[in-house]
């Protein structure tokens, strides 16, 4: 995966509390350093019983602080919650939970708290029954009322042995909500978008399908790049096997029918429509409700009878027609040959606004690999012939443009 810039200086106070997590936040310090963030950590007394500052001191390579009574210590943090992008609370313990719901500052941590003027988010972590305390939920449900983020917790065991609800959010899981958390101002705030990605399937019998190579890379890097530029994302996947990007809301699909249905529902009142996925152009003319055997041949004959699914984007056209939605719309053209001829069609034929055009056939674009080299039209002729870019690169040159387009 490419290292996310998206964090590049943003700043972020982690706070530590006492739990045995601890150890794991010392992972998400890391992380959230690598991805670009400059990482404040404050911790609580407990915390350093189980964890020692050196440990965040070595990875974020910033000083560590825990004492409310050094005074320089104090002010800096509190001029710190004042100008963070974020105060992250992970591990946070029952007691914290407790404090910050009733505004009790008591420690470096609690005070930064009650100070910061950026958003909160708390993971809770705790055993046992704690998690379940009608204090505990008490406090979470204040601290929720008031704009806290609550991550979690996950279930699984815990320290005791025990299983239950109470364990920390794993590092990646926090990493990824702070990347969305710190994406909430961007160019696409408030915009609803709808990306499909992956091939769909079309079944000969329970077990064979007719289906292609798409592997859904450049559709989920378009969800992710959307995303980070602070969208609403509903995500209609056909089949693939690769992680979704944190925060979408994505609907599985199968079929061409079930993607198109799928579609038309998510755009009704959406601003943008990237419609990324290989939808399968072709179907078997009839569908065997059991295996076909080799001994049917006679029956079922050697060729398969292929008929044309529906056209998803035609679909599209024609409501956007109607309604308005999707405000704007970008569709792919996977080509062989003769690319931007194709693709200039496919624009006019299906109403986009704009149109990727990649030929698939070149080995460093298209299909299962992670570049691709798109030349992007409007109606109006050429917007960007980009050169060989990550896919994650082309999907932030497209969102730009759609966001663009839509007066951002
Ligand atoms: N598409 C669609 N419905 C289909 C087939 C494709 O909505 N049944 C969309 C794709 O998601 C893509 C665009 O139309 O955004 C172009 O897809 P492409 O496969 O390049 O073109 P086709 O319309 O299938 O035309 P052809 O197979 O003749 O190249």
Redesign the pocket.
């Known amino acids: 995966m490419e290292p996310i810039t998206l964090l590049q200086n943003k700043k972020i106070i982690l706070g530590v509390t006492g739990s045995i997590a601890c150890y794991k936040a010392i992972d998400l310090a890391s992380k959230l350093t690598q991805a670009g963030a400059l990482v404040d950590v404050i911790m609580s007394d407990a915390a350093q019983r189980f964890v020692t500052p050196l440990a965040f001191r070595s990875v974020t390579g910033r000083p560590v602080f825990s004492s409310m009574w050094d005074l320089d210590e104090h002010v800096r943090h509190v001029g710190l919650g004042e100008t963070a992008d974020l105060l992250l609370i992970a591990p946070a313990t029952a007691n914290t939970l407790a404090k910050l719901a009733h505004g009790i500052a008591d420690n470096l941590l609690t005070v930064t708290a009650l100070a910061a003027r950026c958003p909160v988010s708390v993971a809770p972590a705790m055993d046992g029954g704690m998690f379940e305390h009608p204090a505990t939920r008490a406090n979470l449900l204040t601290l929720r009322d008031r704009g806290v983020t609550v991550l979690g917790p996950a279930e699984g065991r815990m320290a005791s042995g025990l299983t239950g609800r109470g364990r920390m959010l794993e590092p990646a899981d926090l990493l990824a909500h702070v990347r969305l958390a710190l994406a909430k101002n961007g160019p696409l705030a408030g915009m609803k978008v709808v990306v499909?990605t992956g091939p769909t399937r079309e079944a000969m019998d329970p077990v064979r399908f007719i289906s292609n190579r798409s592997t859904g890379k450049q559709g989920l890097a378009v969800a992710q790049a959307a995303l980070d530029a602070g969208a609403q994302v509903t995500l209609v996947a056909g089949p693939i096997h690769a992680p979704i990007p944190y925060g979408a809301h994505t609907l599985h699909v199968e079929t061409?029918q079930q993607m198109a249905d799928a579609v038309l529902e998510a755009i009704k009142d959406a601003d943008a429509l990237f419609?990324?996925?290989?939808?399968a152009?072709f179907r078997p003319g009839k569908t065997s409700e059991h295996k076909i055997k080799k001994t049917e041949t006679d029956e079922w004959g050697l060729a398969i009878g292929l008929e044309v699914?529906?056209?998803?984007?035609s679909a599209v056209k024609e409501r956007r027609e109607r309604t308005g939605f999707p405000r704007v719309s970008l569709?792919?053209?996977?080509?062989t040959h003769d690319a931007f001829e194709?693709g200039r069609q496919?624009l006019l034929r299906?109403g986009l606004n704009f149109i990727a055009v990649n030929d698939v056939l070149e080995p460093d674009a298209g299909f299962g690999v992670d570049t691709n080299r798109v030349v992007l039209l409007s109606s109006a002729g050429v917007v960007e012939e980009m050169p060989l870019l990550s896919k994650t690169a082309v999907a932030e040159r497209l969102v730009h443009h759609v966001a663009k387009a839509l007066g951002r």
């Open positions: 499909s061409t419609m990324v996925a290989a939808v152009d699914t529906l056209d998803i984007l569709g792919f053209a996977a080509e194709y496919k299906k």
